[in-house]
């Protein structure tokens, strides 16, 4: 009874080790940060007549990215971060209510209603469903809206390196410090000029000399 005991210990402790060096094994691009029920979305939403262009993006991993204007226009995204269990969670239930997971929409024909969306939808293991749909879509705007808080962190982290009201101004000597070399160096040798009795508009008078501090 003792021996089969621990031998189960054993094989329990062996699986967790094996898990765990799998787990390692992985690289950390690949990793999945979140449960989002494998459905990767690239939303590229573009509004011409007023050139507007938004792309947002979700791959099967748990991360959300984001770009605006060129690097929307050119599909790169920059930027991309992990979705938390709660986004995930609202993800996977809009992914089970949208319709484009049953089927690829027919692309809308020509006409002048935007804002023109351009959809990319995976699941994994899948065949991927590309279509462009016109004029206000429900769907996209209840994607986006899930995606906001997590995209968020961008402008958070740009604010945080930002200077604050309450930090206050910085200290003299760190304000007296030359920006540039050059700036420095030219400092260095008016000091000496002065020392010497020069100015860099000509020699100093006797008093001017005088008025110096030692």
Same mark, same amino acid.
């Given at each position: 009874?003792?021996?089969?005991?621990?031998?189960?210990? !054993?094989?329990? /402790?062996?699986?967790?080790?094996?898990?765990?060096?799998?787990?390692?094994?992985?690289?950390?691009?690949?990793?999945?940060?979140?449960?989002?029920?494998?459905?990767?979305?690239? !939303?590229?939403?573009?509004?011409?007549?007023?050139?507007?262009?938004?792309?947002?993006?979700?791959? /099967?991993?748990?991360?959300?990215?984001?770009?605006?204007?060129?690097?929307?226009?050119?599909?790169?995204?920059? $930027?991309? #971060?992990?979705?938390?269990?709660?986004?995930? =969670?609202?993800?996977?239930?809009?992914?089970?209510?949208?319709?484009?997971?049953?089927?690829?929409?027919?692309?809308?024909?020509?006409? $002048?209603?935007?804002?023109?969306?351009?959809?990319?939808?995976?699941?994994?293991?899948?065949?991927?469903?590309? #279509? %462009?749909?016109?004029?206000?879509?429900?769907?996209?705007?209840? #994607?986006?809206?899930?995606? =906001?808080?997590?995209?968020?962190?961008? $402008?958070?982290?740009? !604010?945080?390196?930002?200077?604050?009201? %309450?930090?206050?101004?910085?200290?003299?000597?760190?304000?007296?410090?030359?920006? $540039?070399?050059? /700036? /420095?160096?030219?400092?260095?040798?008016?000091?000496?000029?002065?020392?010497?009795?020069?100015?860099?508009?000509?020699?100093?008078?006797?008093? %001017?000399? !005088?008025?110096?501090?030692?």
């Amino acid at each position: 009874m003792v021996q089969e005991a621990r031998r189960l210990i !054993l094989l329990v /402790a062996c699986a967790v080790l094996a898990a765990c060096a799998a787990d390692r094994a992985v690289p950390a691009a690949q990793r999945t940060v979140a449960d989002n029920g494998g459905w990767s979305l690239r !939303l590229v939403i573009r509004r011409p007549s007023t050139r507007q262009y938004e792309l947002y993006e979700v791959d /099967a991993r748990g991360y959300a990215g984001y770009a605006g204007g060129l690097d929307a226009m050119n599909g790169e995204v920059k $930027h991309r #971060f992990p979705m938390t269990p709660e986004v995930a =969670k609202q993800y996977r239930e809009a992914m089970a209510q949208c319709p484009w997971t049953q089927g690829k929409p027919e692309d809308l024909g020509p006409g $002048h209603d935007e804002p023109l969306t351009d959809v990319s939808l995976q699941a994994v293991g899948g065949v991927e469903r590309r #279509f %462009t749909l016109r004029g206000p879509q429900p769907e996209a705007d209840r #994607f986006v809206a899930i995606l =906001k808080p997590v995209l968020a962190q961008r $402008h958070d982290r740009v !604010l945080d390196k930002a200077p604050r009201a %309450t930090d206050g101004p910085r200290p003299a000597a760190e304000q007296a410090k030359p920006r $540039h070399r050059w /700036a /420095a160096a030219r400092g260095r040798a008016g000091e000496a000029d002065v020392a010497a009795g020069q100015s860099p508009d000509g020699p100093l008078s006797a008093a %001017t000399r !005088l008025r110096s501090p030692p």
